[in-house]
């Protein structure tokens, strides 16, 4: 029973999608003709009717006749049984030998690996079609020999795709956790690896189908194969084209069915690849903000009151202004919000720093603010301002156009930024091309300026390096030069320095200081670090469970916390706990979306939670003029302490 | 007294016995047949049963590399490994199997230590399939123990890797490092990724085990600031070699080598007091 349903779930995964639904189904008919040709068949493939020789197609003869006046359509059909056999037999083989094989060197290395990719270089370099020759002349024109051939002369370039891809992911660092787990090669390779690749398999898998296809259609075309009158399509190619001047026709449907069948497996694989891919990936980075204000959030949206902004003006000559935004996601429980009325501005030259624990929405701020929310969320209340423009009606082109110029981006991981097949000095032209149009001298020499903006020591030398031949703290210098090739008016650093030594680290909080005196840049610094945001930032928002819960100069937020969670999350500090005794910490987790209590969110883990804390939702308010806080207590603990 | 000798392999082993970890004179070279420099050059250092010892250094200074010939993730060029007592350098198969159960790892990066393609619970499940029989139900319950060692609530166990903030995902990683409950774990970097509330709660969770199970770490950082929480020993790496060695005390109180002093600058406890032995 359960197995039905799955295959129920499957089917309706697979029907979704046209470009896998498509040419399943073709492929599905074709089977279903060949192999069922003896029932279904209208005419044995050898009956010939000498009246209608070359006849065009009719109801008698849907697809015509050949030159003996046999039907074109009952032939095709007897001959692809042996077509899909004969591409069976060989693409399961380079599979089988393939597949594991590469996996295993892949992830082992080794003396095995250097034995086998140089026998790969020699099978590779034999003439496949004089051993297919020679082994038909063996085998007194046996397909399956021949078959069995091109199965194996196919493993060497089957076997590199799938070890150059165990390659790349056997550096995931999860791959490294499993064998420290003790899972053997093998596991490790069922479990972590050929998942990840499946979908590239199943592509050249594809492109082997059609590979064997033509070569089997050749063999029989040239008679080496299926003997005739035997029906094989590429013996019904041949003896159409020993008429063609007295009729095309028979060489059409023949034609166009190898045709079909080739383009049928290729769409296919690249179907199911995406598919495959879709799985697990859940984000998509092309996907754009969208914005729907009429339907709103599933949470009662209009039980929370309007954020107090009118701290808001504090910034000068703002760049980016987010009023109010909600960002919603569809998840398996339905629409939950990730963040929830968050308002910020960021104005010329400014820095604005968002702090707060794991998982509390400080990226999603960012990224709605990009454009760059992940697949199936959304900006579902509130605007977004980017130099005075609403940009909720944005598509993808106008994002792409937006993102590359006005806004950047430079995130935690220097390194997944920057390509690694190609120089530094390619990929900083090419950042500078997206954005104006320059010859490749004039590139290169804007790269240079560039490099030496990020205070790159020797520019002309890191130009012509690749990523992987630089420190990370270099590799952060060039994503941010990348970042500022298209004189970005707002950049957003996404946790810039966590991946970095704490030597480093300074000195890119300084650099990103330094860049934003010389060009008047906005900041936005996304951190948890506390040390970042002192030396970083103008002002600092403090997020909890998708809410800002204190912002204000960052001295005063610092020196003078009002929320309690600031307190604790000050606190928190390492650096400033005493040694041989617990650091402090704040107990408890942050609620994910969709758990957030109603009053406020940070109840459960606050030690000065009283009554009032949990009935309603907390507004933001403006105690004093330095001071916005969502809390109960501000304004009066406030009053106390002036 | 600390020590800028590299070569120095006289360290104290405890009263008790021998240490449970031995890495002597150990050479790693990424190149074939050991050309080119090594990653790391004759390093030697020992950890005693219940005991921290901090791998300190910047990026390249080799501080990974001996963490991952430690685990046999790198083979070793020269020099011995012995986990108690026994020589596990060249440790493979079955034996590096078993050698599992007690050396676990918790890696530094929380996004790429995790199988997007697997739930939680099965990537929490894998050291037991591999090492027990152990029926669903109590795969599930050890499941159950260790995310609520790490603060997790147990329905993460059905939930996909990208679904949690990489805070939460590095917690993962650590119980999934605490399932086999290990003799020694190879700690690189493992809160340099998480916010401040989070690393204390990851650095006191660390003390705690330690206290609760007798677990020794070699702890991996660059953060001589997160290090003083942990270690009792400090091991100073500079590129690929062992330039300062000694209680963590006589590491702060009287750093030799210039790359040290720079490390507590950084991690601005300059001058501080020495601060006092656990
Ligand atoms: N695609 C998604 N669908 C549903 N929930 C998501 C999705 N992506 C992230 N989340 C959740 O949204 C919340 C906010 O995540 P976000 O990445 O903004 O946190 P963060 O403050 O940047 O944390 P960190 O400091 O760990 O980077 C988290 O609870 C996370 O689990
Ligand atoms: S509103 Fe209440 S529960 Fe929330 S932070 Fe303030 S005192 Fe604590
Ligand atoms: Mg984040």
Redesign the pocket.
Known sequence: MPDVSVLRRVLRRVLRRPRIAIPAVILLLELIASFGARWLAPYPPQQADFTAALAGPSAKHPLGTDRLGRDVLSRLMYGGADTFREIAIAVVITLVVAVPLGLVIGLRRGPLDAVLMRTADVVMSIPGIILLLIVLALFAQSMTAAMVVIGLLSVPGMMRVVRSATLTVGRETYVAAARVSGLGTWRVARRHVLPRITGLILVNAALACVGTLLIASGINAIGLGVKPPAPSWGGMMADASQTLNESVWPAIPTGGLIAVTAAALIVLGDGLRDMLAERWS??SAAAPARRRRASGPAVAAAAVPESDDAWLPAEPNPVVRLTGVTVT?D?AAGA?D?ISDVSLTVGQGRTVGLV??????????GLALLGLL?N??RVSLGTVEIDGVDVGSFDAVKWRALRGGTIAFVSQEPMVALDPLFTIGHLLREAVRTHEKLSRRQATLRARELLTQVQIPDPDRVLKLRPSQISGGMAQRVSIAVALAGRPRILVAD?PTTALDVTVQREIVQLLRTIQRDTGMALLM?S?DWDVIAEACDTALV?YAGQVVEAGPTDRVMTAPVHPYTRRLLAANPRLAAVGEPIPTIPGTVP??GQWPVGCHFADRCPDRVDRCTQAPIALTRPGDDVVARCVLAGEELEVSS | MTTTDATDTTDTTDATGRPLLDVRGLSVSYHRRGKGTPAIRDVSLDIRPGETVALVGESGSGKSTLGRAVLGLTPATRGTILFDGQDVTHAAGARRRELSKSVQAVFQDPNGSLNPALTVGQTLAEPLLVHSRDERSVVLERIREVLALVGLPGEAAGRYP???????RQRIAIARALVMSPRLIVCDEPVSAL?LSVQAQVLNLFTTLQRETGVSYLFISHDLAVVRHLAQRIVVLYRGDVVEKGTTEEVYADARHPYTRRLLAAAGIEGAPAPSAR
């Open positions: 859940g984000a996601a998840t939950v990730l707060g624990e794991s998982g509390c929405g400080k990226s999603m701020t992940p199936g969320a946790e996304i948890h997020m994910p979306p | 990208r679904q949690f903030s990489g805070g939460q916010d």
